[in-house]
């Protein structure tokens, strides 16, 4: 990001001291009965239903979202091109999936949003990593080696650069790099950041526990090697245990300066051989966390899998006290 280039983050951080996210998007699809169990995820309905995600991304705006991801997670070259997609239709529905929260956008804001309190809203496209692609859960081990022959640093920048450079210039305000469980994936990515031009990012880990991503590497150790990325904004987690985020933030906040992300899952387990949930006795209750999260140092707050509107209205409403209010100040990157 150029001196000159303006933070997207900055004036809800000024006026509120937090970013409202989305919730997840496949999972919540999938509560409205669609069958989504497709190595293209959400991604389907790019080509079958785009209207379906234009909805969804309208709901979480009128539920209080200050931001939504695009449904660009699993729609990448590889995997679109595998069931015989061309190049310049798979570029056109990455662009297609910005467009759709873009108008989305568009039409809240003419029906609702001129007339609140609201800031307008911000479309981030949606940056997800490799093991998507692969569509076997690896995403949540970082464990690209398994049964395959592994990629490398420059491999991954290869694999990640002709969706960025789409992302980039699809009309969204931000990259959301997300879900991202290996370090050298992030140096990727990285890479990407510094030497391509182009709209802002963040970075958000998915990890196994409260110190490590799911590839092992400590989450302090692979922020580090983020420090001075221009473009980038924010860094975090997220569609990891909730049980986890409090002493990720704590490693955050010894690790950058930049604005903390966090938005897990609703701490269900997932069998990635089965493609299902594992139910558990006691979920989430993201209002609540996301309250805790706040106070602890997070600035941008949302949900990821098993997670939907009514999650993302009950944090505003549980947030709303605290907007404006920030227990912890943090420098922006210009």
Request: aromatic share 6%.
């Amino acid at each position: 990001m150029s001196a000159s280039q303006p933070n997207p983050l900055q004036p809800f951080l000024e006026r509120q001291g937090v970013v409202i996210l989305d919730g997840g998007l496949a999972t919540a699809l999938e509560a409205r009965n669609f069958n989504l169990n497709n190595p293209l995820w959400s991604a389907r309905l790019l080509i079958e239903n785009p209207g379906a995600l234009a909805q969804l991304h309208r709901d979480y705006l009128e539920a209080g979202a200050d931001c939504v991801i695009s449904a660009s997670y699993q729609a990448s070259f590889e995997g679109l091109s595998r069931i015989g997609v061309a190049d310049d239709d798979i570029a056109a529905l990455l662009r297609l999936s910005v467009q759709l929260a873009t108008q989305a956008r568009e039409t809240f804001w003419n029906d609702h949003g001129q007339n609140s309190q609201r800031l307008y809203p911000l479309v981030a496209a949606s940056v997800g990593p490799y093991g998507a692609t692969l569509a076997d859960g690896s995403e949540y081990t970082g464990d690209y080696g398994l049964n395959r022959s592994g990629l490398d640093e420059a491999e991954l920048v290869d694999f990640h650069r002709r969706r960025f450079e789409v992302l980039s210039d699809s009309g969204a305000d931000l990259l959301a790099c997300e879900t991202i469980p290996s370090r050298v994936e992030a140096r990727a990515l990285r890479r990407l950041l510094d030497n391509t031009a182009g709209i802002p990012a963040w970075l958000s880990f998915s990890c196994r526990d409260g110190e490590r991503l799911c590839d092992g590497s400590k989450i302090a150790e692979a922020v580090a090697e983020l420090e001075g990325c221009r473009r980038l904004i924010a860094v975090g987690v997220n569609c990891t245990a909730p049980r986890f985020v409090p002493s990720l933030i704590e490693h955050l906040r010894d690790a950058t300066a930049l604005p903390i992300v966090v938005y897990p899952n609703s701490g269900e387990g997932y069998d990635a051989v089965h493609k299902c949930w594992l139910p558990m006795t006691s979920p989430m209750d993201l209002a609540t966390e996301g309250l805790e999260w706040r106070r602890a140092g997070a600035q941008l707050i949302g949900g990821c899998c098993r997670t939907g509107p009514e999650d993302i209205h009950a944090l505003r409403l549980a947030l709303r006290p605290e907007l404006g209010r920030s227990r912890v100040h943090r420098r922006l990157r210009r």
